[in-house]
C-alpha cells in the first residue's frame, strides 16, 4: 500500500520557518523524483519544488526560490521542504508527490499558515 505522509506543518509568523518532512512508503522511493506542491484557498495548485530521485537536482517556483529548500534522504524514504522567511502568501495546503514516468502518488497534506 502507497503512502506519503506529510508532517511538520503549523501556524507561524511572518519571518519564521518550519520544516516540513513527508515520508515514503509502499514503493522504491529512491527511483522516484519527488515534489512539494501547495494550494492555497481559492486558487490552484501549483508547483513549489523538485527534486530528482538521486536528490543531484533541484527547482524552485520563483516565489520561493531563495527561501525555501527541497532535500531528500533515500535511506529514509523521506522528502523535506525547510521554508524560511515566511510570508503570509506562502499561506496554504502543502503536499508531496512521488512520479516515476506515468506513475505518481499523492500525499494527503499539511496545512502551513503564516499569520501574526
Known amino acids: 500500500q502507497v503512502q506519503l505522509v506529510e508532517s511538520g506543518g503549523g501556524l507561524v509568523q511572518p519571518g519564521g520557518s518550519l520544516r516540513l518532512s513527508c515520508a515514503a512508503s509502499g514503493f522504491t522511493f529512491r527511483n522516484y523524483a519527488m515534489r512539494w506542491y501547495r494550494q492555497a484557498p481559492g486558487k490552484e495548485r501549483e508547483l513549489v519544488a523538485h527534486?530528482?530521485?538521486?536528490?543531484?537536482?533541484?527547482s524552485y517556483a520563483d516565489s520561493v526560490k531563495g527561501r525555501f529548500t527541497i532535500s531528500r534522504d533515500n535511506a529514509k524514504n523521506t522528502v523535506y521542504l525547510e521554508m524560511n522567511s515566511l510570508k503570509p502568501e506562502d499561506t496554504a495546503v502543502y503536499y508531496c508527490?512521488?512520479?516515476?514516468?506515468?506513475?505518481?502518488?499523492w500525499g494527503q497534506g499539511t496545512q502551513v499558515t503564516v499569520s501574526s
Open positions: 508527490y512521488a512520479v516515476r514516468g506515468l506513475l505518481d502518488y
Open positions: 527534486i530528482t530521485s538521486a536528490g543531484g537536482i533541484t
